[in-house]
């Protein structure tokens, strides 16, 4: 029996986010206020950070981060090519450019003894942006050791990273600044969406400035000054990135399930793990030293025993009812970052050959588990039947 489609991702979202939701447009505070503070405040104890500040994308967090940290036109910011574009983009934003490094094959995360020889050889590197792919951590403490040597800045992109441990200590609580996507395939999904955050005083005022026009007090405070209720000023060319409280109220919301959701797509990884063991594919490289978020479930084909290629799979499990997707098509191939540094495909061949052979799997909470028993049916069907 063939149920109806699954698709590659669906947010869970219950009476819970619903009512608040309504709660927020009965109360007449439709932008930035009461609930985006409440959020914020919870998101911080959640984490176990001094400040969160919310904004209304990663994309948006990641450029704020970056802009905090002081990174500037004719700059450099070593990252990795194994991400979605938001990550790389942000920097061409403050007109500087990212310094690609391959990633070690088995996490997908930006691999750190390449890191070292790139900092060894490149001049103007004042910043690092890791990416905990799938929403297992990078090697933090080898990237932070690099980071005091060199006397650089680390942006954590942790949109795939809620929550992740690495080594008993929670991603957000490691790097100078980490930033969050709460877009909605998210783990926490706001529809879109994102979260700063930082142990850093200076850092976060500076957030609060640029986030909202390079105004310098956020909406709250001149409520509540002996400053007429209108007067503000303008300290720099800031950017429009506030959250409005309907985000912030479905925020809230989502905050609460984070662990059980979490808990959900960790269930749904053991029976793939368990039931995939024998097939012509490789599971995920489970890091000792992180947890795992299970933002995505990435098997690699082993395309040598199969008759398909990695499109054909897809297609095949499309045909059978089940939405797949690819993590990541790699930056350095993409028509803007190729032209622009000259990159050729085997620039970075870890990256090249992961993405070759990569498909993401349906991992959310809403799958049940007979859609969880019939995606295993039809991934044991395809191999078999494309076995060579
Ligand atoms: C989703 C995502 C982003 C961007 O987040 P938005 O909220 O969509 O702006 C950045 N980096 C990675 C790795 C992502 O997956």
Avoid at 45 to 52: D, P, S, W
Avoid at 228 to 244: D, I, L, R, T
Avoid at 373 to 385: A, G, L, N, P, R
Wanted: proline share 6%.
């Amino acid at each position: 029996m063939t149920p109806n489609f699954i698709p590659f991702a669906l947010p869970d979202i219950g009476e819970e986010e619903i009512n608040e939701v309504i709660d927020t447009l009965r109360s007449g505070w439709l932008t930035t206020g009461p609930k985006t503070r409440l959020f914020e405040q919870q998101f911080a104890e959640f984490i176990g950070v001094k400040h969160a500040l919310a904004v209304n994308s990663g994309t948006a967090a990641l450029h704020l981060g970056l802009e905090a940290v002081g990174i500037q036109a004719g700059d450099k910011v070593a990252t990795t090519p194994y991400t979605f574009t938001a990550t790389a983009e942000v920097i061409r934003y403050l007109g500087a450019d990212p310094v690609f490094v391959d990633i070690d094959p088995r996490t997908f995360n930006i691999d750190v003894n390449q890191l070292a020889n790139v900092l060894a050889s490149t001049d103007r590197i004042k910043a690092i942006i890791p990416v905990h792919i799938a929403g297992q951590s990078c090697d933090m403490d080898g990237i932070l050791k690099l980071a005091k040597e060199y006397d650089i800045k680390v942006i954590e992109d942790a949109a795939h990273a809620l929550p992740t441990y690495y080594k008993e200590k929670l991603i957000g609580t490691l790097g100078d600044v980490t930033a969050y996507s709460f877009y909605a395939t998210k783990p926490l999904a706001t529809g879109e969406g994102g979260m700063l955050v930082t142990p850093h005083d200076d850092y976060a005022e500076r957030f609060k400035i640029m986030r909202l026009h390079g105004i310098n007090r956020d909406v709250f405070k001149r409520e509540s000054t002996p400053q007429p209720s209108w007067y503000y000023e303008v300290v720099a060319p800031g950017f429009k990135y506030n959250m409005s409280d309907i985000m912030a109220a479905l925020g809230i919301q989502q905050l609460h399930k984070v662990e059980q959701s979490l808990h959900r797509r960790a269930t749904i990884a053991a029976r793939y793990d368990a039931s995939f063991s024998d097939l012509p594919l490789q599971r995920p490289y489970r890091d000792e030293n992180s947890s795992h978020a299970w933002h995505l479930y990435i098997i690699q084909l082993n395309l040598a025993e199969l008759t398909l290629n990695r499109d054909q799979f897809i297609e095949a499990l499309k045909q059978r009812g089940i939405g797949a997707s690819v993590h990541f098509i790699p930056l350095h191939i993409q028509p803007y970052w190729r032209d622009r540094y000259g990159f050729q495909p085997h620039d970075f061949p870890y990256a090249l050959e992961t993405y070759q052979r990569s498909l993401s799997l349906p991992i959310y909470p809403t799958l049940s588990e007979q859609d969880v028993s019939y995606i295993i049916s039809t991934v044991q069907d395809i191999c078999h039947e494309a076995a060579r």
